[in-house]
């Protein structure tokens, strides 16, 4: 299959993973998380022939839409994939304290290059995919911080116990069998000194095209961290948040 597309470089950013889920994996064109990401790389490497400059350009957007979406009033963005998420990334910056923090399942690190540009956190992001982490790092790099990424498994991460204050994990247990899911959790909880927050969306059915294999209500979530041991707290805000205090 040949897609087309009219995308020009001012308008290359995450959004683009929104149009592609609703315009070609909705309606049933194309379907499968491989796919999905191929054809996301491949129109971003369209649109600027140097597929570093295209990425770079793609990050720089996609971080300046971000604060876009931060300037007007809360539910006054247009609807999109970055207006969808920068509610969480406002949040979570402010919920994570000074110190160290290992954000997992990173995918493309920009809640890790938002924590970097504060200069109050040391920041580790992670993920299985080599090349998403090898990206993050230039990135990083081109914008004047320094990023340490580990491409690992989100349960099994090669550091030792209470190696960070703050463990986070956005968007990513939805992705994630039951199993798998605990698994994580139980990770997360080993590495973090202080704290690990969770987000999860709340979906009546899981959007295959983004890799989700299950949904949350906010009785599950409370299942989650009863189940931990540790103090915690559900609460809502753009989807489910679970958040739990490993200092107590």
Known sequence: MEISHWLRA?????????????????????????????????????????????????????????????????????HSSIADFAPLYRRVLRLVPPGRVLDLGSCFGFLPLLFAERGEHSVIASDLVPGSMRLLETVAAARGHRMHTLVCDAAQV????????????????????????????????????????????????PTAAFGHVRTFTPADLHHLGAGTGHPYEVTDHHGGWLEIRTDS
Do not use: K
Not at 12 to 36: I, K, M, Q, R, Y
Not at 173 to 184: C, F, I, Q, Y
Not at 185 to 197: F, G, H, N
């Open 10 to 78: 001012d308008q290359l950013d995450n959004n683009l993973a929104g149009v592609l889920a609703d315009e070609l994996f909705a309606p049933g064109w194309l379907s499968g998380v491989e796919v999905f990401e191929r054809v996301f790389t491949e129109v971003v490497q369209s649109v600027i022939d140097d597929p570093l400059r295209a990425w770079t350009t793609f990050y720089d957007n996609t971080l300046a839409r971000i604060r876009e979406c931060w300037s007007v009033p809360a539910g006054c963005a247009p």
């Open 158 to 205: 090669p550091l030792p116990d209470g190696t960070v204050d703050t463990v986070t994990a956005m968007h990513l247990l939805e992705h994630l069998e039951p199993a798998r899911g605990d698994a994580v959790l139980a990770e997360a909880l080993r590495l973090a000194r202080r704290r690990v927050i969770i987000a999860v969306p709340y979906e009546d059915e």
